[in-house]
């Protein structure tokens, strides 16, 4: 399978505890994104990476949020002492980012990770 | 599997029937649009795109109208079946940014 993939699929944890995801992106895609979707809600923009640089964060990521792609290759997503407003689909896409002079790029998006926090 | 489309709008429809799923875009500026098709469980899968300076495109039973002056966009599916089931997103973007701003859902239940 070469899509995108996520890891884990759903995670339960108690509020207060600390939670880390993973993305693996497309290989040749050098763009990844995170995002957030509640229940019934469309996906919300947190952040993107082009390579290894954070390139933009939403406002909606809060210094307990933080992600990483050290090698320009999969991602991490932490959150730090999870509260019950974290409970969300995270979601996780790629592109290919502008290359060839292309401007705009189609987002793949891996299956998320289902967050439930008690 | 898990619903992603509690107190979303419905479509509901019978196999065969042409389905029309609308969306209202927020934003003068975005000039790219993309139709995203949303499983349960599953993350949004790309339909079909459409740029600020066409009105129309098509693709496989699916086509999408732009209608700039009232910032609309539609979604048509012929001769629906009942695996397109599931919830459709519209998304917008603008040249220069990379972020996806996602519309509200619409469930599309399609009974054989």
């Known amino acids: 399978d070469t899509g995108v993939s996520q890891d884990p699929r759903h995670k339960i944890t108690k509020r207060g505890q600390n939670v880390t995801f993973r993305c693996d992106p497309i290989?040749?895609?050098?763009?990844l994104y995170w995002y957030r979707q509640t229940l019934g809600q469309g996906p919300e923009f947190l952040t993107y990476?082009?390579?290894?640089?954070?390139?933009?964060k939403s406002r909606l990521l809060s210094d307990r949020f933080s992600a990483e792609r050290p090698k320009g290759s999969f991602s991490t997503l932490e959150i730090q002492r999870t509260e019950q407003g974290d409970s969300a689909m995270y979601l996780c896409?790629?592109?290919?980012?502008?290359?060839?002079?292309?401007?705009?790029?189609?987002?793949?998006f891996g299956p998320g990770t289902r967050l439930t926090v008690l | 599997g898990e619903s992603v489309g509690l107190h979303l709008p419905t479509l509901s429809v019978q196999e065969g029937d042409n389905s029309i799923i609308n969306c209202a875009y927020s934003?003068?500026?975005?000039?790219?649009f993309i139709w995203y098709k949303q499983e349960s469980g599953k993350g949004p899968q790309f339909i079909i795109d459409?740029?600020?300076?066409?009105d129309k495109r098509q693709g496989q039973r699916v086509t999408v109208l732009l209608n700039k002056t009232v910032k609309h966009l539609s979604l048509q599916i012929a001769a629906t079946q009942p695996g397109d089931s599931a919830v459709y997103f519209c998304?917008?973007?603008?040249?220069?940014?990379?972020?996806?701003?996602f519309g509200k859902g619409t469930m599309l239940l399609v009974s054989p």
């Open positions: 896409a790629s592109s290919l980012g502008t290359s060839g002079g292309l401007k705009y790029n189609e987002q793949f």
């Open positions: 290989s040749e895609h050098n763009r």
């Open positions: 990476f082009q390579n290894e640089a954070q390139l933009e």
């Open positions: 934003n003068s500026a975005s000039d790219y």
């Open positions: 459409i740029r600020s300076n066409m």
């Open positions: 998304a917008e973007n603008i040249e220069g940014y990379s972020t996806l701003t």
